[in-house]
């Protein structure tokens, strides 16, 4: 069983920028979830796709915007990079058949905008 | 709104010796219940979940019980080793997202 996958692992762009990271979510998942941890700090929901479709979103400005694919791997997309977007990205994949909706992360991407 | 607390640290135990994590959470329904471990520069691991009251989560010799009447899950180790050094978090969650607390920092010296 593979688990959930991300890249890059680290990346570092510059304020305004665009960035994308990817993510692959774990085999039998259907659903992907974001977070975003600020060091020092615990994850916060971003948002959560389920069959191509947003499904939920955490307090974060529409610069944050996502994609899910037909084989349910995700994209998280942040335009206008500001230096407090800075943080570790964390993707986290799960199944709407499970009951308890447990979530499984994958090792995350460090982004820091300088 | 959901939220999460929880004893943030950080905390320095010596080996073998009894480790207990606070937390207490608000929530407008039953959520499930988890506690998760961050191992320095990776990801984090889901290390025991509870979905009901009175439900008592276990692995690796930790323990943690969801108390509705208290609105906690604490999370408690009999004999802490080395290799427990971690960051510790405690998350209620449902099917659309997990809320966490801030984060414990455990370190275990021999």
């Known amino acids: 069983e593979t688990g959930v996958t991300q890249s890059p692992t680290h990346l570092i762009k510059t304020r305004g920028q665009q960035v994308t990271l990817r993510c692959s979510s774990q085999?039998?998942?259907?659903?992907v979830s974001w977070y975003q941890q600020a060091l020092g700090q615990g994850p916060q929901f971003i948002f959560q796709?389920?069959?191509?479709?947003?499904?939920g979103r955490g307090n974060f400005p529409p610069r944050f915007s996502g994609l899910q694919f037909p084989n349910y791997s995700s994209e998280l997309n942040v335009n206008a990079l500001e230096l407090d977007d800075s943080a570790l990205y964390l993707c986290?994949?799960?199944?709407?058949?499970?009951?308890?909706?447990?979530?499984?992360f994958g090792p995350g991407t460090r982004l820091t905008v300088t | 709104g959901d939220s999460v607390t929880q004893m943030e640290g950080p905390v320095t135990l010596s080996e073998e010796a009894f480790l207990t994590i606070n937390c207490t959470y608000t929530?407008?329904?039953?959520?499930?219940l988890f506690w998760y471990v961050q191992y320095p520069g990776e990801g984090l691991q889901l290390l025991l979940k509870?979905?009901?009251?009175?439900d008592k989560g276990s692995n690796k010799g930790f323990e943690a019980t969801y108390r509705k009447e208290t609105t906690s899950f604490h999370l408690e180790k009999g004999s802490v080793q080395v290799s427990d050094s971690a960051v510790y978090f405690c998350?209620?969650?449902?099917?659309?997202?997990?809320?966490f607390g801030k984060g414990m920092k455990l370190t275990v010296n021999p």
């Open positions: 986290a994949s799960s199944s709407r058949a499970s009951r308890i909706h447990e979530q499984y």
């Open positions: 085999s039998g998942h259907n659903t």
């Open positions: 796709y389920y069959r191509e479709e947003e499904n």
């Open positions: 929530a407008t329904g039953y959520p499930s």
């Open positions: 509870a979905t009901k009251a009175d």
């Open positions: 998350a209620q969650g449902g099917s659309e997202k997990l809320v």
